[in-house]
Every structure is written in C-alpha cells, then in structure tokens.
T-cell receptor, first 111, second 112 residues
Framework: GQSLEQPSEVTAVEGAIVQINCTYQTSGFYGLSWYQQHDGGAPTFLSYNALDGLEETGRFSSFLSRSDSYGYLLLQELQMKDSASYFCALKRSYNTDKLIFGTGTRLQVFP | EAGVTQFPSHSVIEKGQTVTLRCDPISGHDNLYWYRRVMGKEIKFLLHFVKESKQDESGMPNNRFLAERTGGTYSTLKVQPAELEDSGVYFC??????????FGPGTRLTVT
C-alpha cells in the first residue's frame, strides 16, 4: 500500500519561514503535489514535483528527494491568511491521476 | 472561468435514506474525480472518470455508492441506502495533468 506522513500541526509567527515535511512509502512514484485547504473550503493546488529538487512559486517552494522518499513545502514571509491545512499528495504512475493524500498539517500563524 | 461547483453544500439525512450529490467540473475538463474526507482522516480517492467512462473506481467503498457521468459533463454520486459511516465531506475535482486537480468546495454529508 501507500502512506504519507506529515506533522499534525505547525505554528509560526507572521513574517517567519516554516517547513512542512512529508515522508512517503509507496510501490510506485510519479510525482508529489501540495494542496492548501482553509476551513470549510476546497483544497487548492500549490505545487508539484516530479523530479528531485526545489520548485519555487512566489512565497511557496516545494522540494522533493525521491531517493529519501521525502518532500517538503516551504512557506516564506508568512501571513495570517496562510493559516490553513496543508496536504501532500502522491501520484503513483503516469497511467493514473488518482491522488493519495497525506494526513494533513494544520498551520497556525500568529501575529 | 467558473470553477468546479458542487451541490448541495450540505445534506443531512437519516440512515437508510438516499442522497445524490452533484458535481459540475470546469468546462472542457475530461477528467473528473470524486474524493471524500471522513472526520479527522485524510482525503481519500473514490473514483475517476475520463469523459463518461469510469477510468478507476478502486476507491468506491461498496455497492451502496453509484457514480455516473452521462454525456461526459456533470457527475452524480448516489449513496443508497446511507449509513452512519458515510458521513463526511465529498469533494469533486477536475483536470488532472501534472498532478494538478481543481477541487470543488465539497458537499458535507451528515447521516443521522
């Protein structure tokens, strides 16, 4: 089977940098996505890594190491509106678009 | 461009009743997915349509769940008869290339 582990909760202050880790176990790997979900809202796509290394999109960056079965989402210059849940999600192969989600990390940003 | 829409936003039904959830994907998206999140747990895949065909229904929990996508546009997910453990938030998503899926706001289903 597959599993993705994330810390359940992370706290930080405005303007800080926070890293949310995701470790996974899977028999097949094609890519790792990150989604943000505010309470009561829809999961929103943030980033995708298919190859090792860092992908930067504005204040958010995502990193992948396939050899370590590990990725992280880096949020810089934190704002109050970044308080939300963050999920990593695995795409196992080219032939399937099915996403396998991690347990989710609740980020609380304090002033 | 309109996003993924879902109806209803909330549904409260009694055990044994039937509920039908609807999803309208982004116009032109052939790929449509259903997921659900049961309280406190991760978002889990239910099934995937490509146009009107079921590409992958490996996540459907049992035969009380029936999904359709007639004409390859909107999709419905029927639960009949509903059980207590079916309570949760049901998400629909469309798109799919490169791991990017566009999610709807979800339908919160409560079975009492």
């Amino acid at each position: 089977g597959q599993s993705l582990e994330q810390p359940s909760e992370v706290t930080a202050v405005e303007g800080a940098i926070v890293q949310i880790n995701c470790t996974y176990q899977t028999s097949g790997f094609y890519g790792l996505s990150w989604y943000q979900q505010h309470d009561g809202g829809a999961p929103t796509f943030l980033s995708y890594n298919a190859l090792d290394g860092l992908e930067e999109t504005g204040r958010f960056s995502s990193f992948l190491s396939r050899s370590d079965s590990y990725g992280y989402l880096l949020l810089q210059e934190l704002q109050m509106k970044d308080s939300a849940s963050y999920f990593c999600a695995l795409k196992r192969s080219y032939n399937t678009d099915k996403l396998i989600f991690g347990t989710g990390t609740r980020l609380q940003v304090f002033p | 461009e309109a996003g993924v829409t879902q109806f209803p936003s909330h549904s409260v039904i009694e055990k044994g009743q039937t509920v039908t959830l609807r999803c309208d994907p982004i116009s032109g998206h052939d790929n449509l997915y259903w997921y659900r999140r049961v309280m406190g747990k991760e978002i889990k895949f239910l099934l995937h349509f490509v146009k009107e065909s079921k590409q992958d229904e490996s996540g459907m929990p049992n035969n009380r769940f029936l999904a359709e996508r007639t004409g390859g546009t909107y999709s419905t997910l029927k639960v009949q008869p509903a059980e207590l453990e079916d309570s949760g938030v049901y998400f629909c998503a469309s798109g799919g290339q490169g791991g990017e899926q566009y999610f709807g706001p979800g339908t919160r289903l409560t079975v009492t």
